[in-house]
């Protein structure tokens, strides 16, 4: 079975501070990986994603994250953050050939604060 | 094209009592998929539907069902509600069969049993 750990359950950052948001997974199969973003009162949004290829998938509003299959990892990054990027940040996985039947395995998230 | 709807955002029931939550999905979505999210548990799979066929179940008691409408509208429902099963409940829409799990997030509606 697929399971997700977020290292950091919170991460203060000062604005135009870099981040790093860890994400490591467990699984014997191979996984597809995925990075979603929720904000106060809203739904969840994808912010990036890996199926395959290149370990340095670039997502939206800056970020971006590395697969790492050796350290099955998965780790968030931007260079520099702003206030509106505070809210709490998911890790999912899903297993290849069973991700088409819905089954996301979520992290249990990480709040990014960001301070002025 | 208008994102995954749910209704209503806020319920308050009384333990014992059911309660039907609906979602709307992205225009041509046909997989509808159930979350719910509290925070002891966090984010947890409940079911998945394509096409009114229940694909795939998570770990919940039969309380727990749903269902999805020809138009690709879907319902949960749980019966004899439990003061554990407040929560934030959240559907997700995807456009068919053989996409690789990009989901889609609605709102959430937001259930609180007293």
């Known amino acids: 079975a697929q399971s997700v750990t977020q290292l950091d359950s919170q991460v203060p950052v000062f604005e135009e501070a870099p981040v790093e948001l860890r994400c490591n997974y467990s699984s014997s199969v191979s996984v597809y990986l995925f990075w979603y973003v929720q904000y106060p009162n809203q739904g969840l949004q994808l912010l990036l994603k890996?199926?395959?290829?290149?370990?340095l998938v670039k997502g939206i509003n800056g970020f971006e994250a590395e697969f790492n299959k050796s350290q099955t990892s998965f780790h968030l990054r931007k260079p520099s953050v702003h206030i509106s990027d505070t809210a709490e940040y998911f890790c999912a996985v899903c297993r290849t050939g069973y991700c088409n039947t819905g089954k996301l395995i979520f992290g249990q998230g990480t709040t990014l604060q960001v301070k002025p | 094209k208008a994102g995954v709807t749910q209704t209503p955002r806020y319920l308050i029931k009384t333990r014992g009592q059911q309660v039907t939550l609906s979602c709307s999905p992205i225009s041509g979505h046909r997989s509808v998929s159930w979350y719910q999210q509290t925070p002891g548990q966090g984010l947890q799979f409940l079911f998945e539907?394509?096409?009114?066929?229940?694909?795939n179940k998570g770990n919940f008691p039969g309380r727990f069902s749903g269902r999805q409408f020809s138009n690709s509208r879907s319902e949960m429902n749980v019966s004899t509600l439990e003061l554990g099963d407040s929560a934030l409940y959240l559907c997700?829409?995807?456009?068919?069969?053989?996409?690789?799990?990009?989901?889609?997030f609605g709102p959430g509606t937001r259930l609180t049993v007293t």
């Open positions: 539907y394509f096409s009114e066929t229940q694909r």
């Open positions: 997700a829409s995807r456009p068919g069969a053989a996409d690789p799990g990009e989901q889609y």
């Open positions: 890996y199926l395959s290829g290149s370990t």
